[in-house]
């Protein structure tokens, strides 16, 4: 795949020093990867590496607009995503993923491929239920409205407990049991 060769980060030659690397993140970049998370988008993605003798830490920011189907009308409307994520890739004897932002790679690695990384973290970026801007402002009010306690208000516990006689027996032989 050509389109993924854009996304490689040469280390062969680099200093240790920062390098910076700037991609574009358009309907080809989603293309690439078998999903059905994103309908495209016009993103961009800064990519700062701190190169060291030790490890690899790189900065990636990316800006832009995705374009989602909206779970409630099918839609499609624009999502903007605006984040920030770090990427640590250490040296080592093998190549492992040690933490989901953490990678160790081996000392001959010539280069690092990091779309399937940009990718990931514009994926968490996007709400689990994607929701068209017009019915934002009506579930966040119903939310509002979803209260659940399971601890009694002060009022309602002296008045359950003035209601006793009215209990269904079946109740009290219960309360009963677990008292022994």
Request: proline letters at 3%.
């Amino acid at each position: 795949m050509k389109k993924l060769k854009e996304f490689d980060v040469n280390l062969v030659g680099l200093k240790d020093k920062k390098h910076e690397y700037d991609f574009v993140l358009d309907n080809g970049f989603f293309q690439i990867f078998e999903q059905n998370l994103v309908n495209g988008g016009q993103l961009t993605a800064h990519v700062e590496m701190d190169k060291s003798p030790l490890l690899l830490n790189f900065d990636i920011t990316i800006k832009g607009v995705v374009n989602l189907t909206c779970d409630r009308s099918l839609e499609n409307f624009d999502y903007p995503v605006d984040l920030n994520q770090n990427l640590l890739i250490k040296y080592g004897d093998e190549e492992l993923e040690l933490d989901e932002n953490v990678l160790q790679i081996t000392h001959n690695a010539q280069k690092i491929n990091i779309a399937q990384h940009l990718f990931d973290y514009i994926g968490l970026a996007i709400p689990m239920k994607k929701l068209h801007p017009r019915f934002a402002a009506d579930e966040a009010e119903e939310g509002d409205l979803l209260i659940y306690s399971t601890a009694p208000e002060s009022g309602q516990a002296e008045t359950e407990a003035g209601n006793e006689e009215n209990n269904d027996p079946r109740w009290d032989i219960l309360k009963n049991l677990s008292k022994n």
